[in-house]
């Protein structure tokens, strides 16, 4: 029997258990990437485990996302990261290289390899046909010191692209169109691989496109064949070399087939507060616009950029519009500026932000209240643009561009006349000098830590009778922005647990944090899909902190529930979705002699003690997963198996 692009991958870094869908696997990780802000506790983490010098092949650490320099925190975590990298083996990208996905893609990504990142969006690195998930820090922490990454074997699902994207549709489209069908529940437990006749005209970058914004379909990654184009692309960066051919077989197995025709696919626009929450953009009429954003890993590539300069060439802005544009890496402005597309986008009066993620986690640029803002981003959760009231819209860059010059939401094929043709350049402008290999004499090295830097909490084992009151009742789909919010206030907090445990809820009960410290100890109740987004495991770190033993919900997202394992806290989802419903904040709930049912994956009984009735949640935990739990989580399974 054939074997699809995922198979052929895993089978070649399986560590432990077989290829069939649902059991627990573990596989050999080649490659890590971290980021500021996931990478300064990763790193303390990895420091904890006491391991002299990562065991990857590849270890990389970007400086991308606290970028704003507003007070010393940043500044200290950016040096404290730096000095770590030289000291333990890993390359350092030092703030103002770009994005990690992106850079990733360009200087390090090769077809074919594991890498494991901590950041959600680490998928887009499917681009160029590795196997790239999503972690929380810790997790990279393990990687890096040698330890294979568990998973439960997603399904795996084929997207079969057909036919050609007409002008002003893009690769942006597909992946909306995907998110209109699927919703951001649709992906949990899978991996898309894309495949079909029309996989060769997408450049890797705008396969890229669409691998990241996978990880808004709640999907455990995504991934495009190795194939010419990427040959092409690989070429292009003078990386020939690395460079393998990679497809499935003619005859491969999927568990479901999914059919795009891109012939009839139409500019797609993501309207608030969800990024399934998809129409087409000619159905939206007559919405004026504040603010346009073209950037982050999804859309800051050397086409995007060039498709912007070209569409804004010799144009003007309306008065009430402001247009930012962060492009996604050094090498992606120096070629656009080599090019002299630069100056076409910064004469329209675009403003042009550092080449970092910036607005897409609300550093900087938040919108006016109540301002439509229009984005080539990935995530338009409420709140996260750092105006709570601002209506974010996620689109392409044709759409942003279009939208921007007639000052509201336009379709661009109806606004544009002449199709644009980009191909991309032959080389690329190759300049690594913001890129740092480790010391060659880590000895000498000396880390350095500065008052932002606090000590690592460590979790304690859970006991075997827990009462506690029930802290917060949410509903479905909480993100982790929900849950530890970001933006240019709270983002520099992420090295200091204590200091950033005050924003657990804050975006959705300011008093969350005083109740929780007052308490004690609690738990917190959830709807579907708790915990989507981003990789942050400050998302359970600082619950952590707080107190929090178990988080009981209708269901979970995968990488906060690993989170939440990870760091001690269980994940319970009720038998009965129901019972949801008669459970209230404040509620006392006892769960006693659990330790058994974990083990055996029966169903656990719960007490609620305020109500008098009893309910019933399971795990669903693997029995490595049990062990990390009893152990006070992963951190000290770690250390206890060695
Ligand atoms: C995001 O897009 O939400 C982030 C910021 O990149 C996060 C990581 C983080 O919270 O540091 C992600 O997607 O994992
Ligand atoms: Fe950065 Fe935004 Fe991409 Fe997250 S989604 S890595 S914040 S650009």
């Keep these: 029997m054939g074997k699809n692009l995922i198979q052929k991958i895993i089978e070649k870094h399986l560590v432990h258990g077989e290829i069939k869908k649902g059991s627990e696997i573990a596989i050999k990780i080649d490659q890590t990437l971290t980021q500021d802000a996931t990478g300064t506790m990763a790193y303390l983490q990895f420091e904890a485990i006491g391991i002299q010098k990562v065991k990857t092949e590849l270890s990389v650490s970007y400086v991308d996302h606290n970028t704003l320099q507003t007070g010393f925190e940043n500044a200290d975590d950016h040096r404290f990261l ?155 960066e003078g990386r020939e070399k690395d460079f393998i051919r990679l497809t499935a077989d003619n005859d491969a197995q999927y568990d479901e087939v999914i059919d795009i025709d891109l012939d009839s696919l139409e500019p797609l626009i993501a309207c608030p507060h969800s990024p399934d929450n998809v129409v087409k953009v000619k159905e939206l009429k007559d919405i004026s616009v504040d603010q346009v954003c073209i950037g982050s890993c999804t859309n800051s590539s050397y086409k995007d950029l060039v498709t912007v300069a070209k569409l804004l060439k010799g144009k003007k802005l309306p008065q009430y519009v402001s247009l930012v544009i962060s492009p996604g890496s050094k090498q992606v402005m120096e070629t656009i500026s ?8 910064i004469s329209s009066g675009a403003r042009i932000l550092e080449n970092a993620c910036g607005p897409c986690i609300g550093m900087g640029q938040s919108p006016a209240s109540g301002a439509v803002s229009l984005r080539t981003y990935n995530r338009n959760f409420e709140g996260r643009s750092g105006t709570k009231d601002a209506k974010v819209y996620l689109c392409s860059p044709e759409v942003a561009v279009a939208s921007a010059l007639a000052g509201r939401i336009t379709d661009p094929t109806t606004f544009f006349k002449e199709a644009i043709v980009i191909n991309l350049p032959e080389k690329f402008v190759i300049n690594d000098n913001l890129i740092f290999p480790p010391s060659e004499n880590p000895e000498k090295v000396e880390i350095i830590r500065g008052p932002n830097i606090a000590p690592l909490p460590v979790a304690k084992p859970l006991e075997e009778r827990l009462e506690a009151s029930v802290l917060i009742k ?11 919010p970001a933006g240019a206030k709270i983002l520099p907090l992420r090295s200091n647990i204590p200091a950033i445990s005050r924003y657990v809820f804050y975006s959705v009960d300011e008093n969350f944090y005083e109740r929780a410290k007052k308490a004690g100890s609690g738990f ?32 979970f997202a995968r990488i906060h529930r690993s989170n939440l394992i990870n760091f001690g806290i269980l994940p319970l989802v009720f038998v009965n979705p129901d019972v949801f ?40 935990l693997t029995s490595r997963q049990v062990e990390i739990i009893k152990s006070g989580g992963l951190l000290n399974f770690v250390k206890r198996s060695d």
């Design 338 to 345: 080599k090019e002299g597309y630069l100056n076409d986008i």
């Design 524 to 555: 917190i109740i959830g709807g579907e899909n708790y915990g989507q987004g981003s990789s942050r495991e400050h998302a359970a770190l600082a619950p952590m902190y707080l107190g929090i033993k178990a988080v009981i919900a209708k269901s």
């Design 474 to 484: 949410v509903g479905d789909n909480i993100t982790t922005d929900h849950i530890m």
């Design 82 to 236: 730096r000095t770590f990298a030289s000291k333990y083996g890993i390359y350092f990208s030092a703030p103002g290289n770009g994005i990690c996905h992106q850079v990733h893609l360009e200087r390090f990504g090769i077809p074919g390899k594991t890498l494991l990142g901590s950041d959600s969006h680490t998928p887009t690195a499917g681009g160029i046909g590795m196997l790239a998930i999503g972690v929380g820090g810790l997790e990279i922490a393990t990687a890096m010191a040698g330890y294979p990454f568990y998973i439960n074997m997603p399904e795996i699902v084929l997207v079969k692209l057909r036919g050609k994207l007409r002008p002003y549709v893009s690769a942006k489209d597909i992946i909306l169109e995907l998110l209109r069908r699927l919703t951001v529940k649709g992906g949990v437990g899978k991996i898309f691989e894309y495949g079909g006749e029309a996989l060769k005209e997408l450049s890797v970058p705008e396969r890229a496109t669409i691998t990241n914004m996978g990880a808004e379909l709640g999907a455990t990654t995504s991934i495009f064949p190795s194939d010419e184009v990427t040959c092409e692309f690989l070429k292009a």
């Design 581 to 620: 419903g008669s459970i209230d904040n404040g509620d006392i709930l006892v769960i006693s002699n659990y330790f058994d049912s974990l083990s055996k994956n029966e169903e656990i009984r719960i007490y609620n003690k305020s109500k008098d009735f009893d309910f019933y949640v399971k795990a669903n």
